[in-house]
């Protein structure tokens, strides 16, 4: 859904009327001191609602491209509706609450750029006729527009939706993902778009949990191997190859363990601390039969993996020590699905893989509470799901638009939106956490 | 000696000539001899090259065959364990199908319809039958396992010792005991999760989760730093379940703990 477009009717250029009037007609902020003791007036967030937002204009150095990236952000996260209007001049004195009000805007974000470098962000409580939060982000001295400078503002748009929704926002995250057998990053807005030079052909890329370091599996002429890539220096460790296939690595949520598959006669499931220690440790026992594509629960104490026990590629779980291995997706009895690339969600509640439906792949979802299973997309052939770090969207790989490319999918209001475009195939897309202050 | 020779007598020629035809006679003999060796040596070379080549045969056949039995068993193998598989996972529906069972009967005991309308349209709200039974062990089992994946280890424990006091003879028992002990280890009170553990081992040493329970022992103990006490466990799933996937992990164990 677009940004909430305004209409007016008989009223000639009515935002800048508006906007005009939003600025310029102050009205005194005190009334929350009216408010008889034991009500409360203000902003509450009802998650089965998108409350309106207004970004108004922002002063300083870029402030077109900040209000942009901020508006987009908060769009993109899909928990509030983006009042679009001209934002006409930085607003300056009191805010006329009311006239916002009339807009169906609850909150209000006035940014501006500061001398000192940073992105100084306030919000309003528009029913409550008061400042809700303020806060500054450093740019660290980033060149404007540079990735570093946009991440700075992605972070503010992040503590934004937290302040209003108390859901922190995915914008300051990136995609890891595979196009033309190279490694690519791109930021979650579609911004950024950035190879990855790690030689050999790359695959699965998957981050840790401080998101400073991504392994990924690489095929060069000596076979495949597992790689843990330091995105701050760019050095490479290659984790000692078992022999035969070496592909799909995931790390634990505390980033001290690194599961990969490798086997030749079938695969396993390893253990091995990524920056060196023990040697890998086997956790499954596929006894001939493939199992690759393992994922973590958030506490680090389950996995869930594929595995072809069945005869086919099912996803099961099991408990991160290997013990306690179990199908967690059922299928009718004499069915005989593909399914592949389980990802385990942030928040525990349940895990989204790749599924045959018909003659074409699908994104679903398993409920870990009741193994129901629910079918996420359907238009064209959707594989590969990665969960943001909020729970709640999806990056796959979709042929909706031709070729093979990366959509974002809003699981709760089935919205989506394309992430990248252009030549060549983009697949094995791996969400990032959160990218915190450097 | 030359007038000798030239006086010989024909006797004496007829002698030599004799002579001559014998050794004629034995030179042909001789390579007639030969001949017939060589034809037997080409019969036994032609023979070995049959043989040879029969072996070789043989051999081709009998690597195919070993090869064919080698797929064979690996075939085997695979159905075998997707049968276990599939066993597993009849199992498990059979399981889940009883809870369901016990799940509805309860329902409807628990639910009397209400009496029919007497004049007054207003639907009466169903009523509780009194003395309605209690949940059964598929469904206490079933009730235990949603509460631990949900995090609420408590209201896991007391599903799972209703089974285990209402229906002590139950198959499930091994199993409730075990998952008592996994929901005192999510609730983070590991020397309760290790005593139940322990329990399961000793109580139902043919059970399934025996060899299961002393694993986790032995990596409880191997976190705590109790390295010797975990080798003797991690030892003693390998001595008492060697065909279990536990004693293969045990066995990893132990090589990392050297």
Redesign the interface.
């Known amino acids: 859904m677009p940004f909430r477009s305004i209409r007016w009717y008989g009223v000639p250029c009515p935002c800048l009327l508006l906007v005009a009037a939003l600025s310029l007609c102050p009205v005194p902020a005190v009334a929350q001191d009216t408010i008889p003791a034991g009500v409360r007036v203000g902003l509450t967030y009802d998650p089965s609602t998108r409350p309106g937002v207004f970004v108004t204009a922002v002063a300083g150095e870029h402030g077109d491209s900040v209000r942009a990236i901020l508006a987009r952000d908060l769009d993109f996260g899909d928990r509030l509706t983006v009042i679009s209007a001209e934002a006409g001049p930085p607003p300056s004195g009191r805010f006329n609450y009311e006239l916002y009000l009339k807009l169906g805007a609850s909150a209000i974000v006035q940014a501006s750029v500061t001398r000192q470098g940073s992105l100084h962000v306030a919000v309003h409580d528009v029913a409550a006729k008061r400042v809700l939060n303020v806060a500054d982000f450093a740019f660290n001295g980033s060149a404007p527009l540079s990735a570093a400078w946009r991440m700075a503002v992605h972070r503010a748009s992040d503590e934004v939706e937290r302040w209003i929704t108390s859901t922190r926002g995915i914008a300051a995250s990136r995609i890891a993902f595979v196009r033309d057998q190279r490694l690519w990053f791109v930021d979650s807005d579609g911004a950024n778009l950035t190879p990855v030079g790690v030689g050999g052909i790359a695959l699965s890329p998957a981050w840790h949990p401080t998101g400073r370091y991504i392994a990924y599996a690489s095929m060069a002429d000596d076979g495949t191997h597992i790689n843990v890539r330091d995105l701050g220096t760019g050095q490479t460790r290659r984790i000692p190859s078992l022999g035969g296939t070496n592909i799909t690595p995931a790390f634990s949520p505390d980033g001290s363990t690194l599961l990969f598959s490798a086997g030749d006669d079938g695969t396993d499931l390893y253990a091995v601390a990524p920056f060196g220690g023990?040697?890998p440790?086997?956790v499954t026992?596929g006894?001939?039969?493939p199992t690759s594509s393992p994922t973590f629960s958030p506490d680090g104490?389950k996995i869930a993996y594929i595995s072809g026990?069945?005869?086919h590629p099912e996803v099961y779980i099991t408990d991160a020590?290997?013990?306690?291995?179990?199908?967690l997706t059922?299928s009718p009895s004499g069915d005989r699905p593909y399914r592949a690339s389980p990802d385990w969600s942030p928040d525990g509640r349940s895990v989204a893989f790749t599924s045959q439906e018909g003659p074409n792949l699908q994104v679903m979802v398993i409920s870990?509470?009741?193994r129901k299973i629910r079918q996420l997309t359907g238009d064209a052939r959707n594989e590969d799901p990665s969960w943001a770090p909020d729970g709640r969207h999806v990056v796959f790989t979709s042929t909706r638009s031709g070729a093979k490319q990366l959509w974002v999918l809003d699981t709760e209001s089935g919205r989506t939106r394309q992430l990248t475009r252009g030549a060549g195939v983009a697949r094995m897309a791996a969400w990032s956490p959160r990218m915190e202050q450097p | 000696m030359a007038a000798g020779a030239c006086f010989a007598t024909r006797n004496d020629v007829r002698v030599l000539q004799g002579d001559i035809a014998r050794l004629q006679l034995a030179a042909a003999q001789a390579a007639s001899a030969d001949t017939a060796r060589a034809l037997q040596l080409r019969r036994i070379i032609a023979s070995l090259g049959a043989i040879s080549d029969s072996l070789r045969v043989a051999g081709t056949n009998l690597q195919r065959f070993q090869g064919d039995v080698s797929m064979s068993i690996r075939t085997v193998q695979e159905q075998l364990l997707t049968v276990q598989e599939l066993t597993g996972q009849s199992r498990k529906q059979v399981e889940s199908l009883r809870a369901q069972l016990e799940a509805r009967a309860a329902e409807q005991v628990q639910v009397v319809p209400p009496p029919a309308p007497t004049g007054d349209s207003g639907a009466a709200p169903p009523t509780a039958a009194p003395g309605a039974p209690p949940p059964g062990p598929y469904r206490l089992m079933d009730l235990g396992r949603q509460q631990l994946a949900r995090g609420a280890t408590s209201a896991a424990r007391a599903a799972f010792s209703d089974l285990l006091t209402q229906y002590p003879a139950s198959d499930l028992v091994p199993e409730a005991q075990y998952w008592i002990a996994e929901a005192y280890s999510s609730a983070g009170n590991a020397v309760e999760a290790d005593s139940v553990f322990a329990l399961v081992a000793e109580k139902y040493p043919t059970s399934s989760r025996a060899p299961i329970a002393i694993y986790k022992r032995a990596l409880a103990l191997k976190v705590a730093g109790q390295t010797r006490q975990a080798r003797v466990l991690f030892q003693q799933v390998i001595d008492k379940y060697p065909k279990s996937d536990e004693a293969t992990l045990a066995a990893a164990m132990l090589r990392d703990l050297k």
């Open positions: 023990e040697a440790r086997r026992f006894r001939g039969t104490r026990r069945l005869g020590d290997g013990t306690n291995a179990e199908l059922e870990m509470r009741d």
